[in-house]
């Protein structure tokens, strides 16, 4: 028996061995930087991004195979929107089973395999956390609406309704119509932040916080660096329930305008972000938050008051600029740099393309490589969209019949839905863009015959080859990885310019965001670099200049021009 006993216990320990060898807990460097700081993210929405067995939807295999295209380009990190087991009524956002693989993506194998092959090349994998809520078919849902006495009742938020037939209180769903929905077998309502099929679950419940923070455990223990953690504004709500102060007007959805007073953003958040730090912590992880705020002291509060919280807060501040503004980005940048490590993120799975929103329909490629210029040449750490290295255009739906996304289906003609920026990557001109040999599961652009990885790889001028420079200097030289941020010529509406300064080093980075030629001119000498002579690293000047002069730098129509700085 005891034999018996021992050998079983060789090969438990054997097998959490195997599965321990990925995780990825690296130690900070010489001068202090955790991993993450030096580090390019991409995110990556896995039905788009490639199909490994042609079914018209990505699956994991799909981006195991696709992983030197990453590297080669230079991403040291993939945050993969939800893959768990799920009814997809949000797309992945409504989880049924946060330990494991939804078959449409493949198997558990199929996940180690995938973050096997990414540590061989030095890629960290972020997974995204769905904190907030779970689908109405997970374990413990099911078992929380069997009756008021379940187990598992008060994991989510069950209430009395104010009469018959009416909700708790007036609180809006922020997919439209209320944020209630009526039980007739329990009578009670029980609350959605999301869509009904997606029950939030009870933050003041300790039993919830400890089967979540065991979750991120248990990935941790699989090879995962970190998370990505959805809406994470919404774990809390009052628990008096108190009714939002309505505002003036109507939504897109004909509900009511509203503050979410009562059900955002409450302070007990920071509590659980604080003790999940700690996990992350004792794991080498990061955790990344899904934070919107309306300013740049709001977005400091997730940093926590001893850099305790999160270490990555995405700061939409800067996604939400929405126009080619010098001054505009100048205040955002300044605003983060002084609040804790930057964030900068152009678009993601909810967001218009970037190519879209800062295009004028004319220079949109010569627009893109202003914006790449930009948040890849600024200090902290940059998330990239899948596709946005080659300027993908959102694909929105043309009729109500079109749409995938229930927002859409909700909300059209004003709320056409997130399927435009979620289409599948563009990695040649063959049929479907070389996505799958099936049809896929949203429409692909008729531009991707001009734009895709394939093609945009032979041409020098392309998108795709800025970024992959951008990526590549940006590793190379510690000025634009470590460098202290010094705007220059702040007065000037067109152009946006600045130095990124490390001990002796200095990057000058010139953006032109206006249609129109410009000459700018820089006196250096207030940072020491008077007699300074800029070295050409990265220009989209027709002419390619090796050495200009100070004095008069004449950029182009939406130029780039990015220097070293020497004495």
Partial sequence: ?????????????????????????????????????????????????????????????????????????????????????SPQVDFGYDVSDYENIDPMYGTLKDFDHLASEAKKRGIHIIMDFVMNHTSDKHKWFIDSESSKTAAHRNWYVWHDGRGPGQPPN????????????????????????????????????????????????????????????????????????????VLPGTNKYGDPNMQDKYNTKLPELHDVLRELRKVADRHGAVLIGETWTKDIDELKRYYGDHSNELQMPMDFLFARVDKL?????????????????????LSNHDIVRA????????????????????????????????GEEIGMENNDPKSQEDVKDPIGKIGWPKEKGRDGERTPMQWNDSTNAGFSQTAPWLPIPPSYKTRNVAGELKDPDSVLQFYRHALALRHQNAALRDGQYVP?????????????????????????????????????????LGSARPATLITTMSSRPQDVQLSQITLEPFGVYIAKIAK
């Avoid at 503004?325 to 993120?345: C, H, L, M, N, T």
């Avoid at 879209?356 to 990239?384: C, E, F, S």
Wanted: glycine share 8%; hydrophobic share 40%.
């Fill in 1 to 85: 028996m005891l034999i018996r006993i021992l050998k079983s216990l060789i090969v438990t320990l054997g097998c959490f061995a195997a599965i321990s060898l990925f995780a990825q807990t690296p130690p900070v460097d010489a001068e202090g930087h955790q991993w993450w700081q030096h580090a390019v993210f991409y995110e990556i929405y896995p039905r788009s991004f490639a199909d490994s067995n042609n079914n018209g939807i990505g699956d994991l295999n799909g981006i195991t195979s696709k992983l030197d295209y990453l590297k080669d380009l230079g991403v040291d990190a993939i945050w993969i929107t939800p893959c768990y087991p």
């Fill in 325 to 345: 503004s010098p001054g505009e980005f100048r205040k955002q940048i300044a605003g983060v740099d002084a609040a804790g490590w930057p964030v900068y993120v």
């Fill in 488 to 528: 220059l010529n702040e007065n000037d509406q067109n152009v946006l310019s600045y130095l990124r300064r490390y001990k002796d080093e200095a990057v000058l980075v010139v953006l032109n965001m206006s249609g129109s030629e410009q000459k700018v001119s820089f006196d250096l000498s207030p940072q020491g």
């Fill in 170 to 245: 007036n609180w809006l769903s922020t997919f439209g119509h209320a944020a209630w929905k009526f039980d007739a077998k329990t009578g009670q309502w029980y609350y959605h932040y999301f869509y009904p099929e997606q029950p939030d679950l009870n933050w003041r419940n300790p039993a919830v916080e400890k089967a979540m923070f065991d979750v991120t455990r248990w990935w941790y223990q699989r090879g995962v660096s970190g998370f990505r953690l959805d809406a994470v504004d919404t774990l809390f709500e009052d628990p008096d329930l108190r009714d939002n102060p």
């Fill in 355 to 386: 190519y879209n929103r800062y295009g004028d329909g004319q220079h949109n490629d010569q627009i893109a490589k202003v914006m790449a210029g930009l948040y890849l040449t600024l200090g902290g750490t940059p998330i990239m969209y899948y």
